[in-house]
């Protein structure tokens, strides 16, 4: 007689857990191509703030549905982990378009000589310049636009270098959770889905179940801002390529790790929400690719 933990054994659970972790080191760097993309550049100009604030509240109802479901730590962790570094992208997004974006057109204002008539009046301002006035000894009027100080960049600067050190901690966290041994030997481990669960489900099964489906239908749709941005702009500009060679390598990965299990309909059933939630977005992902070539110049 078999015993269930011979089960467990099989070549396909095996393949499965090898391609599960090329799934979870996928996802572990699929954001630092674009935050160091968009550190060096100086600017978000190139990224969707609805695609990355979809991510983040996918992100939650991940969470919430692996401690609903009482899931191991270390799947709590890497999810965890996804939400910090989803949640540094937006934040960082958000302030090279406005803090920063501000900041430098302040600065380029006040050392433009040109742009002052001789007689105290400015130009008429833009959507690219601010209204600001100059006293005669070339200072900042006080009913100017508001300009971040030399205390708020050493402030953000601060910011930035703790979320970093946060992100590598709970890298560090995961790989320690990785490593260490699970308290249970029925669990598939933080790289997979939750294990099938029996014909009668629980409430709370339940209503995980409802947010795996409401994770899937928001990531499947974050994409789609991104596409028509850059179909409005003409232009992929500011975005990282590896973001969407990454994200389709850990979709396709996180699927397969499913499917070489089996294929038995009775088996696959519970995992179709993770299943759509992985590979309908690797079409979207495809048209971006597609238009990295075609705005290419």
Same mark, same amino acid.
Not at 122 to 142: C, K, M, Q
């Given at each position: ?25 996928? *996802? ?11 550190? @060096? @550049? ?29 899931? $191991? ?11 910090? $570094? ?10 090279? @378009? ?10 380029? #204002? ?8 001789? &007689?105290?009046?400015?130009? !008429? ?10 006293? &005669?000894?070339?200072?900042? &009027? ?27 901690? %709970? ?22 889905? !939750? ?10 099964? #339940? ?28 232009? %992929?500009?500011?975005?990282?390529? *590896? ?14 790790? #499913? ?10 059933? !519970?995992?179709?929400? *993770? ?5 309908? !977005? %690797? $079409? ?11 705005? @290419?110049?």
């Amino acid at each position: 007689m078999t015993s269930a933990a011979d089960e467990l054994q099989t070549p396909g659970n095996a393949a499965s857990t090898i391609i599960g972790y090329i799934s979870l080191l996928s *996802w572990m760097v699929v954001m630092f191509p674009q935050i160091y993309l968009n550190f @060096r @550049r100086k600017s978000g100009e190139g990224v969707s703030l609805v695609m990355t604030g979809a991510w983040i509240i996918g992100d939650l109802f991940n969470i919430a549905g692996a401690m609903m479901q009482g899931l $191991v730590m270390s799947t709590i962790v890497v999810a965890s982990y996804f939400l910090l $570094v989803d949640a540094t992208l937006f934040s960082q997004t958000i302030y090279y @378009r406005t803090v920063y974006s501000a900041h430098t057109r302040v600065k380029a #204002i006040s050392g433009d000589d040109s742009g002052d008539t001789g &007689d105290g009046v400015l130009p !008429p301002a833009n959507d690219t310049t601010a209204l600001i006035s100059h006293s &005669d000894d070339g200072d900042v &009027d006080a009913q100017s636009s508001p300009v971040p100080s030399q205390s708020s960049s050493h402030l953000t600067n601060a910011l930035a270098f703790a979320l970093s050190l946060a992100s590598l901690g %709970c890298l560090a966290a995961v790989v320690i959770s990785l490593i260490m041994p699970q308290p249970s030997g029925d669990d598939d481990g933080p790289h997979n889905p !939750p294990s099938p669960p029996s014909d009668s489900l629980p409430l709370t099964q #339940i209503i995980a179940q409802a947010m795996g489906t409401a994770s899937a239908i928001i990531y499947i749709m974050s994409y789609v801002p991104q596409a028509i941005q850059n179909y409005q702009r003409k232009s %992929c500009e500011g975005l990282s390529m *590896w973001l969407f060679l990454l994200s389709m390598l850990g979709n396709t990965t996180y699927a397969l790790a #499913i499917l070489v299990v089996s294929l038995n309909p009775h088996y696959l059933a !519970p995992y179709v929400p *993770w299943l759509l939630g992985a590979l309908v !977005p %690797c $079409v979207i992902q495809i048209v971006i690719l597609y238009q990295f070539q075609v705005y @290419r110049h």
